[in-house]
Each structure stands twice: as structure tokens, then as C-alpha cells.
T-cell receptor, first 117, second 114 residues
Framework: GAVVSQHPSWVICKSGTSVKIECRSL??????MFWYRQFPKQSLMLMAT?????????EQGVEKDKFLINHASLTLSTLTVTSAHPEDSSFYIC?????????????FGDGTRLSIL | AQTVTQSQPEMSVQEAETVTLSCTYD???????LFWYKQPPSRQMILVIR??????QNATENRFSVNFQKAAKSFSLKISDSQLGDAAMYFC???????????FGQGTRLTINP
């Protein structure tokens, strides 16, 4: 079945650094990828929709300059948390839809646990 | 805007018994999709079952089935013969037919008692 690979799975870094998270569709082409944030014991909150070759669409309240999204190919989207601070610590999950399979469900990556010290 | 509500933050069931998780949603659309996702402690999101709104027949996947009531905007998940591996957070989700993004409910934490 369709596989979405997310890397890294866990990252710890110092406050002020930038962190890049990769989301790859391994066996299908994904015109659209999604980035979610999940706080402990809470639901998934959509941050942005990433479209290949164009600018991402951010949800209300999500800082575009803080969370940079690049979707340069049909199999890779990246989320960069710039100048990360402790409040950015969270679980980040990406998902992707197979462009060849119409209304099939999204396939999720395994998530990235980000801890900012 | 569409909303999804899961009114049960936590549920528990004895192993081998049946449990039903509730989900209601609000939409003005007539064509849409509904999903149940499972998130175990590993935090991987696993699709359990999906339902197309235009289908009257309730979806089933082995021990998992749904009770889809379109007029009432209700989409409950029934788990039969509960197993220890069913313990997880369960999220109900909605998507417009022509849309890309999912709208998630708050989640229900399911505990299976041995």
C-alpha cells in the first residue's frame, strides 16, 4: 500500500535553531501534502496544505514565516520551523494524497516529535 | 465551516465485548466522506474505516462497523470482540467530496480491560 515516510522521527535542539522535517511519498506521486500539529492528548490541527510547485496554503493563525513549507517535487514536502522556541515543541505529522487515485484517503507519515530546549 | 464532535473523551470496554464510539458532524454539503482513524501509542495514524455519504449501506471492515445516520449527521463506530490491540485514540474525520483537507474530531481514548 501507499507509504509516507517522515524524517526525522524525533529531534531535540536548542532554542533559536531551525529544524527541517521531511515528508516523502515512497510509492506514489502526491500533488498535495498536509502538515498537522498535535499537542499531547489533543487532536490533529491542520497547519497548512502543501501543493507541488506552488505556495502552501496556511490555516488561520499559523505563522507563514515561522513554519516554512516547500513542496518542490511530487514526492517531497518539507516543513522548516525557523528560530524554534520551546513553545514550538510538539508532534508534527504529514500526510499525502495519491494524485492517481481520486478520492482515496490521505496516507499519514509516522510523525516527528520536536523538542526545543 | 464543517465541524466534527466526539463527545466521549474516554471509553473503556472489557476484552471480547463490544463498544460504540460516537461522532456527530455539521455540514451543509450533501456529498462528503467520513473516516475513523486509530492512533495507538506509537502515534501512527491508521485508517480504520471510511464511509461515502451517498452510500446508504453502512461500511464494515472485519470487527469494525459504522452506523451512518445522514439525516442526524451521526457516524458512530462499533468495535466487536474488542482486543487488547484496539486500545488507542480514535479520531472521527470529515472531508467534503471536492475538498482536500480533513476535519478531525477531538478524539476518544479507548481502553481495553483484560
Amino acid at each position: 500500500g501507499a507509504v509516507v515516510s517522515q524524517h526525522p522521527s524525533w529531534v531535540i535542539c536548542k532554542s533559536g535553531t531551525s529544524v527541517k522535517i521531511e515528508c516523502r511519498s515512497l510509492d506514489f506521486q502526491a500533488t498535495t501534502m498536509f502538515w498537522y500539529r498535535q499537542f499531547p492528548k489533543q487532536s490533529l490541527m491542520l497547519m497548512a496544505t502543501s501543493n507541488e510547485g506552488s505556495k502552501a496554503t496556511y490555516e488561520q493563525g499559523v505563522e507563514k514565516d515561522k513554519f516554512l513549507i516547500n513542496h518542490a517535487s511530487l514526492t517531497l514536502s518539507t516543513l522548516t520551523v525557523t528560530s524554534a522556541h520551546p513553545e514550538d515543541s510538539s508532534f508534527y505529522i504529514c500526510s499525502a494524497r495519491d494524485r492517481a487515485k481520486g478520492n482515496q484517503p490521505q496516507h499519514f507519515g509516522d510523525g516527528t516529535r520536536l523538542s526545543i530546549l | 465551516a464543517q465541524t466534527v464532535t466526539q463527545s466521549q473523551p474516554e471509553m473503556s470496554v472489557q476484552e471480547a465485548e463490544t463498544v460504540t464510539l460516537s461522532c456527530t458532524y455539521d455540514t451543509s454539503e450533501s456529498d462528503y466522506y467520513l473516516f475513523w482513524y486509530k492512533q495507538p501509542p506509537s502515534r501512527q495514524m491508521i485508517l480504520v474505516i471510511r464511509q461515502e455519504a451517498y452510500k446508504q449501506q453502512n461500511a464494515t471492515e472485519n470487527r469494525f462497523s459504522v452506523n451512518f445516520q445522514k439525516a442526524a449527521k451521526s457516524f458512530s463506530l462499533k468495535i466487536s470482540d474488542s482486543q487488547l490491540g484496539d486500545a488507542a485514540m480514535y479520531f472521527c474525520a470529515y472531508r467534503d467530496q471536492g475538498a482536500q483537507k480533513l476535519v478531525f474530531g477531538q478524539g476518544t481514548r479507548l481502553t481495553i480491560n483484560p
